[in-house]
Nanobody, 121 residues
Framework: QVQLVESGGALVQAGGSLTLSCTAS????????MGWYRRAPGKQRELVAV???????NYANFVKGRFTVSRDNAKKMVYLQMNNLNAEDTAVYYC???????????????WGQGTQVTVSS
């Protein structure tokens, strides 16, 4: 069993900052990409940021330099530092990990339960 557990979601005022964390645990052989997605009310889930095991990061255009994704491979954790938040960032944020559970298994995507971020204007 693999579990991804997010933390750090909160209610914050526009212009504020938050840091989300996610820990992967369970039967994990190796982790490829880790990242964050979000689903705003009435919208589909969308990519926010992803980071490779080597530390290369990619961001959605709407991030515009406000967010930073990072990871700690030894701890199997991924972080999302979010600055200058606005009301459009209100969403449930989901952690994602693309990983193998054994040396012979295929890469599969695993998801956390999500953490709510609400930005008040």
């Amino acid at each position: 069993q693999v579990q991804l557990v997010e933390s750090g979601g909160a209610l914050v005022q526009a212009g504020g900052s938050l840091t989300l964390s996610c820990t992967a645990s369970g039967r994990i052989y190796s982790i490829n990409d880790m990242g964050w997605y979000r689903r705003a009310p009435g919208k589909q889930r969308e990519l926010v940021a992803v980071v490779t095991s080597g530390g290369s990061a990619n961001y959605a255009n709407f991030v515009k330099g406000r967010f930073t994704v990072s990871r700690d491979n030894a701890k199997k954790m991924v972080y999302l530092q979010m600055n200058n938040l606005n009301a459009e960032d209100t969403a449930v944020y989901y952690c994602n990990a693309n990983l193998r559970t054994t040396i012979r298994s295929a890469l599969n995507d695993y998801w956390g339960q999500g953490t709510q971020v609400t930005v008040s204007s």
